[in-house]
């Protein structure tokens, strides 16, 4: 499996990091974060819909899904440069009481690791809130590394419809998924759960082959769920076809849920 090669350092130098899956190429500089925005919600998504939740959306995402909800986020300059003090105060002036988790969304976090690690430490060692990473998974090695930070991950297996990157790709970036989800699934004290989402063009066949992959993982008994989620407005799976994939995915996991972005049908951010 080819994988992108983080260079973590700790000096004053700027990090390059350069996919040559994908021709990425993100610059990160030493200290300084780019986030598109922030705010207080309700979790619309995942097996902790419902929990009120901070949301640190990071800016960057080089997979540009067909049915991505959050294009406004995809530019790496979008949003706003900060340094880390400086976004660790915004996490302060964003707490509220009875904030569940902090997500760390985007965009793509893992485009900037070393910033991402430093956030989640922040918040996970030093406000004891829980962690949640919200992840495309595009890069095993990266997602390795934040994982001591993070205490739940939302691993997400895009279907082929969902259009990222090149198709000659999409066997890499599935390697990749299915690699971060044994690295999840390894720690017992994480919670890692499997979203997939759905159009009215993914095929039972690639759900069925996608779903073998991921029952053949060694760690398999430590998931906690697996929510599909329709594309919303983009799209969208008709209810029979709603039901044809929960029958498929039920043939591997009693447990699943289809879980509609709840945030879009309330009208919340
Ligand atoms: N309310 C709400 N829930 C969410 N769950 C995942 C989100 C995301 O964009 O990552 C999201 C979001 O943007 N808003
Ligand atoms: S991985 Fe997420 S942020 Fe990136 S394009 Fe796809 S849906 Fe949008
Ligand atoms: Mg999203």
């Not at 706003?80 to 976004?87: C, G, H, L, N």
């Not at 209810?239 to 919340?268: A, N, W």
Request: hydrophobic residues 35%; contains cysteine.
């Amino acid at each position: 499996m080819s994988v992108i090669n983080p260079k973590i350092n700790n000096d004053n130098s700027t990090d390059n990091y350069v996919d040559h899956n994908y021709g990425l190429s993100v610059t990160n500089k030493h200290n300084k974060v780019q986030l598109n925005e922030m705010f207080v919600s309700i979790e619309g998504e995942g097996i902790l819909a419902g929990t009120k939740t901070l949301f640190i959306r990071f800016s960057g995402c080089h997979l540009k899904c067909h049915w991505c909800d959050t294009k406004y986020s995809l530019s790496p300059t979008s949003g706003k440069s900060y340094t880390i003090s400086e976004a660790k105060y915004l996490i302060l002036q964003h707490l509220q009481p009875n904030i569940y988790k902090i997500n760390f969304t985007g965009g793509e976090p893992l485009l900037q690791t070393r910033s991402l690690i430093a956030l989640a430490d922040f918040v996970k060692n030093e406000l004891k809130i829980k962690t949640y990473l919200e992840s495309s998974c595009f890069d095993w090695k990266r997602f390795e590394l934040v994982l001591p930070y993070f205490d739940i991950c939302k691993v997400e297996f895009k279907t082929s419809d969902s259009k990222v990157i090149e198709p000659k790709s999409y066997e890499d970036l599935l390697q990749n998924e299915l690699s971060c989800l044994d690295i999840s699934l390894n720690r017992s004290d994480k919670i890692s759960f499997i979203k997939i989402v759905f159009t009215n063009s993914t095929t039972l066949n690639e759900v069925r082959d996608l779903l073998s992959r991921v029952f053949e993982r060694p760690n398999i008994s430590n998931l906690s769920g697996i929510t599909l989620q329709p594309s919303y407005q983009f799209d969208s799976p008709s209810t029979k076809q709603i039901l044809k994939i929960y029958d498929e995915v039920c043939s591997f996991y009693k447990d699943v849920r289809v879980i509609p972005q709840m945030h879009k049908l309330l009208g919340m951010s």
